[in-house]
């Protein structure tokens, strides 16, 4: 599924459609904790000032996905949003208040995240992307 939303990405500009249509879609690329490889993972987000917030939701599974954890070994990671690619570094934000008002844009943005919550006993981890 990846592979088809990373050609879709590149090929419309950063514009995607199926689950992602009229989100706002980036393609992170992490170095894998264990393999050291690069991974590419797409990823709904949203902003908070010049910082882009991704939530490792993923779907509400009981554990957070592969590419949370490859950052948390590796902050720092690569970003493409619409034709732009560029460097960052990647913060789990551990503050709650902070991870909860902005995972309540994420709610905003895409209502799916409300029902992520409900289905998993984690709280879902916040990560803010700055250049």
Same mark, same amino acid.
């Given at each position: 599924?990846?592979?088809?939303?990373?050609?879709?990405?590149?090929?419309?500009?950063?514009?995607?459609?199926?689950?992602?249509?009229? *989100?706002?879609?980036?393609?992170?690329?992490? $170095?894998?904790? *264990?393999?050291?490889?690069?991974?590419?993972?797409?990823?709904?987000?949203?902003?908070?000032? /010049?910082?882009?917030? $991704?939530?490792?939701?993923?779907?509400?599974?009981?554990?957070?996905?592969?590419?949370?954890?490859?950052?948390?070994?590796?902050? *720092?990671?690569?970003?493409?949003?619409?034709?732009?690619?560029?460097?960052?570094?990647?913060?789990? $934000?551990? /503050?709650?208040?902070?991870? /909860?008002?902005?995972?309540?844009?994420?709610?905003?943005?895409?209502?799916?995240?409300? /029902?992520?919550?409900?289905?998993?006993?984690?709280?879902?981890?916040?990560?803010?992307?700055?250049?």
């Amino acid at each position: 599924m990846n592979r088809g939303v990373v050609e879709e990405f590149h090929a419309n500009k950063g514009v995607v459609g199926g689950m992602f249509e009229g *989100k706002n879609v980036l393609l992170l690329t992490t $170095i894998g904790a *264990k393999s050291g490889e690069e991974r590419l993972s797409p990823l709904v987000y949203t902003r908070d000032g /010049d910082r882009l917030v $991704i939530a490792a939701s993923m779907g509400g599974a009981p554990k957070n996905p592969a590419w949370f954890h490859n950052l948390v070994a590796n902050p *720092k990671v690569t970003v493409e949003v619409g034709e732009e690619t560029f460097d960052a570094t990647a913060t789990v $934000i551990t /503050d709650r208040a902070e991870r /909860d008002r902005l995972y309540a844009g994420m709610i905003a943005h895409a209502e799916g995240f409300a /029902d992520y919550e409900k289905k998993t006993t984690r709280l879902i981890p916040i990560v803010v992307l700055e250049r």
